[in-house]
């Protein structure tokens, strides 16, 4: 019985790391040209214009989450139980209700921002000119909702290649496409609010035809079993669980656009974009664990899920540590790419990195919260925003951007902490094993050792590339050296056979 256990946590844990692998890959990719492309906009627009950006995005992230009614989470929780079980009839329905119900509510609060776009951007943000922004971002509503609930689906079913394809790579690469041509004719504000609803109008069409063949969903002859207050009872809580925190998320930018001028608003935005990019890792294996952690509470399996808990917090900590070194190292030289030299902007970076890291290090405590007490998260939500709004108004009030990015270290600190004891009290899941201190250990080696490295000075402008070498080449080598567990092992020789077939296939005449 001990061994089917261990076999069957080793075969999830392989399905994670298999998974995970295509979605951090697409992912990596997906950054990649996100980064680019905000490169990209802030040195054509400038600082001031792309502040107007921000803003207006902000804006349409925030209706995007109300339309979507929780909806998404719903999808990914009852979605992955049906496709486990081979439930067609529920998923038609589920899907069916999610579809016509998010647009239905973006389309409305699409045209209410559209209509109030004059009096919006005039009495609240003091910003004339950010009226056409918002009536952009209102237009593109509707295709991000129902491309969000089309993203829902993969991930329940456990499709990720057409997930990762679809969530990371075509909105950007399109989005970029776009952008590159109109930089050719000449780029405007306008111009890239353009690109922006045309790229998100192609993703939904893209993902109205995967739809109609891979699930025949919408097919007249196929019959629907729906669940409305079975799912309601679920994503409700969620709904506005999940929306208190984007507020949190958006808040910062939106007072700041309130207080501070368009130009700091861009600066700010910048860092939080190139800081956001450390949770990377643990974004892509939370899309894979989030249905394994719903199919493991609807089968009662709770020691299975703490194990995994660990593990997926143990990969994610292992693959960010570097990452997160190098953005702190050289954060002088990242914000020069984005033309941005001010030593605040500097000091921004670091703590938005240092903010992020801090959900890294505790894993997907809100994942398993929702999955398995959805209204306990929403209490928490509706406390930390009460929390956040009254430290960005205090800090942004006396510090401008650099207490923003204040505002957001103290209150990921306080939100991570309160939900790693609620997650201990109640399922004894705890994300931290003895082999998680290796991580540690061999970062803050390797981490010193790019510090002193970075001192020499005749290294000159190359000084970056010098500090990959202990950051990952040091820090890979002293994890080997310290010895990997048999998870780690497992997924280890699994890599080795996937690069090995490849590198065969590739010398096969």
């Known amino acids: 019985m001990i061994n089917n256990k261990e076999d069957d946590a080793k075969k999830t844990s392989l399905t994670v790391a298999r998974n995970g692998g295509i979605a951090i890959v697409s992912s990596l990719l997906s950054n990649v040209i996100r980064f680019l492309t905000q490169v990209l906009l802030v040195r054509l627009l400038g600082s001031e214009k792309y502040g107007l950006y921000t803003i207006g995005f902000s804006i349409f992230t925030i ?23 081979k439930d067609q009839l529920r998923l038609n329905g589920l899907m069916r209700l999610s579809i016509v119900l998010t647009v239905t509510v973006s389309i409305l609060i699409a045209v209410a921002i559209f209509i109030a776009s004059p009096h919006i951007a005039k009495y609240i943000f003091h910003k004339a000119e950010l009226e056409p922004v918002l009536r952009f971002f209102a237009v593109s509503m509707p295709f991000f909702v129902f491309s969000a609930a089309v993203a829902a689906l993969f991930r329940a079913t456990q499709r990720i290649f057409y997930y990762s394809v679809f969530q990371f790579i075509l ?3 399109i989005y970029l496409f776009i952008v590159s041509i109109f930089c050719v004719i000449g780029l405007t504000l306008a111009s890239v609010l353009e690109a922006f609803v045309l790229a998100w109008f192609l993703v939904a069409v893209f993902g109205a035809i995967v739809v109609a063949k891979v699930y025949q969903v919408f097919s007249p002859k196929s019959k629907a079993i729906y669940e409305p207050k079975k799912i309601f009872r679920f994503t409700i809580p969620v709904y506005v669980s999940k929306f208190l925190p984007l507020i949190m998320n958006h808040f910062d930018k939106v007072i700041l656009g309130n207080m501070v001028l368009a130009s700091d608003v861009g600066i700010y935005s910048a860092g939080g974009k190139i800081a956001a990019q450390v949770v990377i890792f643990m974004q892509a294996f939370n899309l894979i664990f989030s249905p394994i952690i719903a199919e493991y509470f609807h089968d009662n399996k709770i020691k299975e899920l703490n194990q995994l808990f660990k593990t997926v917090t143990r990969w994610t900590l292992i693959l960010t540590i570097p990452f997160i070194s190098f953005i702190v190292i050289n954060a002088e030289l990242i914000m020069n790419m984005f033309g941005l030299e001010s030593a605040i902007g500097i000091d921004v970076l670091i703590l938005c990195c240092l903010a992020q890291f801090v ?3 505790t894993g ?17 939500n509706c406390f930390f925003v009460v929390m956040n709004i009254t430290l960005n108004i205090f800090f942004v009030g006396n510090y401008g951007i650099w207490g923003a990015a204040i505002s957001l270290g103290l209150s990921m600190i306080i939100i991570n ?7 201990y009290v109640l399922y004894k899941l705890w994300p931290y094993s003895l082999t998680t201190c290796k991580c540690f250990l061999a970062a803050f080696i390797a981490y010193s050792l790019a510090i002193v490295l970075n001192t020499l000075t005749f290294w000159g402008s190359y000084y970056w590339l010098i500090s990959l070498f202990p950051l990952f080449g040091v820090y890979a080598g002293l994890l080997y050296l310290m010895g990997f567990n048999v998870e780690d092992r497992a997924v280890l020789a699994l890599i080795k056979r996937k690069v090995g077939g490849i590198l065969m296939s590739r010398n096969t005449p």
Do not use: H, T
Request: proline share 4%; hydrophobic share 45%; with cysteine.
């Open 171 to 173: 909105d950007p690469l």
């Open 359 to 361: 959900s890294v290090c």
């Open 364 to 380: 997907p405590l809100e994942y398993i919260l929702i999955m398995g007490k959805q209204d306990l998260d929403l209490i928490n």
């Open 63 to 85: 209706g995007s989450q109300i339309s979507q009614v929780g909806l998404s989470e719903g999808i990914v929780k009852f979605g992955s139980v049906a496709s486990k079980e």
């Open 417 to 423: 902490l309160v939900r790693l004891i609620e997650i």
